[in-house]
């Protein structure tokens, strides 16, 4: 039986609430740590998280078929790790807000995509997967800076 749209949400919140604090413990001098050449920083995996949602979101809200994945949160925009944590802030309230708006008819409506049919709820779901896939990165990292990632509530 597919969640509600409440219950969609609150685990979308419980997901981002934990990658809050994990970007919260890396220390503001290690944000542009990566463990080896070519692999994304610490920084850089927030900001794929935020910039990939951001397309989840602009998708939802424009009706369209494809997604705009260059949502311009580049290390250039967002350079040092305070940057990120502040968009982390600011795009989480703004992606709440949209999403709570939502009824529950436009959760669970079909939308078609390149990879087949799939609802809001669907797709968020998806998105989430995506970024407990990175935080699970961004872990890794701590732990080889010698930091303790905060624990799952």
């Not at 992606?95 to 009824?103: I, N, Q, R, T, V």
């Not at 939308?111 to 799939?118: A, E």
């Amino acid at each position: 039986m597919p969640l509600t749209k409440d219950e969609t949400l609150a685990l979308w919140r419980q997901t981002r609430n934990l990658t809050h604090r994990t970007a919260e413990a890396m220390p503001e001098d290690h944000g542009d740590f990566a463990p080896w050449d070519g692999a994304m920083s610490f920084s850089g995996l927030a900001r794929h998280i935020l910039s990939s949602e951001k397309s989840l979101v602009q998708f939802l809200k424009e009706g369209s078929t494809k997604f705009q994945w260059d949502q311009g949160i580049t290390e250039q925009a967002y350079p040092t790790l305070a940057s990120v944590r502040r968009l982390l802030v600011e795009a989480t309230a703004e992606h709440e807000a949209f999403l709570a708006a939502l009824s529950e008819e436009e959760m669970s409506r079909p939308r078609t995509v390149d990879w087949g049919s799939f609802s809001a709820a669907q797709l968020l779901e998806d998105w989430q997967r995506h970024e407990i896939h990175h935080r699970g990165q961004m872990y890794v990292y701590l732990r080889l800076k010698g930091i303790t990632p905060p624990n799952y509530e």
